[in-house]
């Protein structure tokens, strides 16, 4: 199976400053298609997972500008240019490259 | 809009049995993969199975693989999720997804306890 491994876990941010999270695979999740299935899930308090981003870069409909994804291989990047209040929850990485799929263990952005 | 819709969550003893219904609505759901992931109280996510759009291929997690069984009917625009022998570890939100994971419901809770 593969492993995601998010870094950090918990991410206090100030409001307005640039955040960051890390998304690391135990093998790469290039597909035999050449795709990436890497994508991004934001899950609000009290809400299901949102998606944000596929095939690591890709941000969904309706989703804002200040989010972007990127990496390749093993190793991927969520960044938020500037945190807004609305942004607060939990981050997840997952891939569909491969079954079973996985995700990550989630990483809490909260704000300072 | 799309819609999906989850259903027939509940307590169940351990050893017990569910079937959980995820209704869709809003889209062609007979073009689309599906799949169930779910998130115990307090935890992360966690994928659960996927059902091709034909309902030709299936996949399951190791953690319920000869227990749980999902399956589709396009005619009702309905998924499920059947679920056998559950144990206490099964106790999670159960949400349904589309397989681009662009629309989730809201999840339907399932309690296994004695």
């Known amino acids: 199976d593969i492993v995601m491994t998010q870094t950090p876990l918990s991410s206090p941010v100030t409001l307005g400053q640039p955040a960051s999270i890390s998304c690391r695979s135990s093998?790469?999740?290039?597909?035999?298609?050449?795709?990436?299935?890497l994508s991004w899930l934001q899950q609000r308090p009290g809400q299901p997972p949102r998606l944000l981003i596929y095939k690591i870069s890709n941000r969904f409909s309706g989703v804002p500008d200040r989010f972007s994804g990127s990496g390749a291989g093993t190793d991927f990047t969520l960044k938020i240019s500037r945190v807004e209040a609305e942004d607060v929850g939990v981050y997840y990485c997952t891939q569909t490259t491969q079954f079973p799929h996985t995700f990550g263990q989630g990483t809490k952005l909260e704000i300072k | 809009q799309v819609q999906l819709v989850e259903s027939g969550g509940g307590v169940v003893q351990p050893g017990g049995s569910l079937r959980l219904s995820c209704a869709a609505s809003?889209?062609?759901?007979?073009?689309?993969?599906m799949r169930w992931v779910r998130q115990a109280p307090g935890k992360g996510l966690e994928w659960v199975a996927f059902?091709?759009?034909?309902?030709?291929?299936?996949y399951y997690a190791d953690s319920v693989n000869g227990r749980f069984t999902i399956s589709r009917d396009n005619s009702k625009n309905t998924l499920y999720l059947q679920m056998n022998s559950l144990r206490a570890e099964d106790t999670a939100v159960y949400h349904c997804a589309t397989e681009s994971m662009r629309n989730w419901g809201q999840g339907t809770l399932v309690t296994v306890s004695s």
């Open positions: 809003g889209f062609t759901f007979s073009t689309y993969g």
């Open positions: 059902i091709r759009y034909d309902g030709a291929n299936r």
């Open positions: 093998q790469s999740l290039v597909h035999s298609d050449g795709n990436t299935y």
